[in-house]
């Protein structure tokens, strides 16, 4: 991307990998697919994945995003987020007929099977996360009498065990890399048998963009991180940028929220995305920067990525008859009847 500066001492440095990680591309391809197949309405619970841009196209091509699966009329399609569900969504799915796609990134997907595992082997599983986050939500329902939440290292003081030669810790897989193991060390000093998962519950993605942030944060004057204010791994990223040493870092969903008074003094811009946020905004913040001087745009690389998922099985099927024929099984009206269709 070698841009020749007009303003000499004005650059950028651009964090690879960033953007789109292959459990966010992969949710966000599903629902294209699920229009494509079975047309217009598709229901998704709760954002597919955290980004007001990606949901608002989603929904100018027929999506409809409802905070509950009741809100869904019997005999229409759902598709749970990239962020997973608790078992009992799914049980409310087919209490009220209708056909599901599940959009689980397989990554949060394999800590669900860890809960369960460790659950069903009697184990304490402390799960470090943010309360009320939807990955958080879906993983404490797989076992919630075996599951209690420890939200940083500040709560290890108030959690208390069964045994405690039968504890392990799993994590929310957007979370902060630094501050999951601060809060682990914590967590051992109370529980010195605390065992590990099986293998790192933070995600790949999550870590390859902190390492490119802390790689070029301490360069920075300044960093832009685009992403949405509640997305969990870009808010991350902020908090990566200043421990990395930049000056300042601010988190915008589009090119147009940057303050210009942030430029002042800046010599070093430092920009990277969310693991939900599509190119296209990089590049306007590119162009808003270059407008003002910021032309000369360096790669700052941590990481090659080259982890792709495969589409959600149910796609393969014909879920427009599936949901009717639930309908005409069980009673109830039919998605025609209730819906925009």
């Known amino acids: 991307m070698g841009r020749m500066s007009a303003s000499p001492g ?7 990998p ?31 994945v955290h980004n007001k841009y990606v949901v608002q196209t989603l929904e100018k091509k027929g999506a409809i995003f409802v ?10 399609i759902v598709m749970f987020s990239a962020h997973g569900v608790a078992p009992v969504v799914h049980e409310e799915a087919e209490r009220g007929r209708l056909a599901t ?19 069903n082997e009697d184990y304490d599983i402390l799960l470090i996360g943010h309360e009320g986050h939807e990955e958080v939500i879906g993983t404490s ?76 944060g301490a360069e920075s004057d ?16 902020v908090e990566v940028a200043k421990i990395a040493g930049a000056r300042a870092a601010y988190l915008v969903d589009f090119a147009d929220e940057i303050d210009e008074a942030w430029l002042e003094g800046v010599s070093t811009v430092g920009v990277t995305s969310g693991a939900s946020v599509p190119e296209v905004l990089v590049e306007q913040v590119l162009e808003w920067l270059s407008q003002r001087g910021f032309e000369d745009v360096e790669i700052v690389k941590a990481a090659e990525e080259s982890i792709t998922f495969s589409l959600p099985k149910e796609l393969r099927r014909d ?7 639930l309908v005409a099984e069980r009673g109830g009206t039919a998605a025609g009847e209730r819906s925009a269709e």
């Open 67 to 76: 905070e509950q699966t009741e809100e869904v009329p019997p005999g229409n």
């Open 141 to 216: 329902g797989e076992a919630p009498d075996h599951i209690q939440l420890v939200d940083g290292p500040a709560d290890v003081a108030k959690v208390e065990v069964r045994d405690p030669s039968k504890v392990v810790w799993l994590s929310q897989t957007t979370l902060s890399v630094d501050e999951t193991m601060e809060t682990v060390d914590a967590l051992k000093d109370k529980f010195p048998q605390l065992i590990s998962p099986p293998s790192d519950d933070i995600c790949y993605a999550t870590q390859n963009r902190q390492l490119a942030v802390k790689q070029m």
């Open 319 to 325: 879920l427009r008859e599936e949901a009717a024929a």
């Open 101 to 119: 796609i599940d959009a689980t990134c397989p990554l949060v997907t394999k800590v669900h099977k860890e809960a369960v595992r460790f659950a």
């Open 10 to 16: 004005r650059r950028v440095l651009l964090a690879a």
């Open 222 to 237: 300044l960093v832009i991180v685009v992403g949405s204010r509640n997305s969990s791994n870009s808010k991350r990223l």
């Open 18 to 48: 960033r953007g789109y990680c292959a459990g966010v591309d992969r949710a966000v391809i599903a629902v294209e697919k699920a229009l494509e197949q079975y047309g217009a309405p598709v229901y998704v619970r709760h954002e597919i």
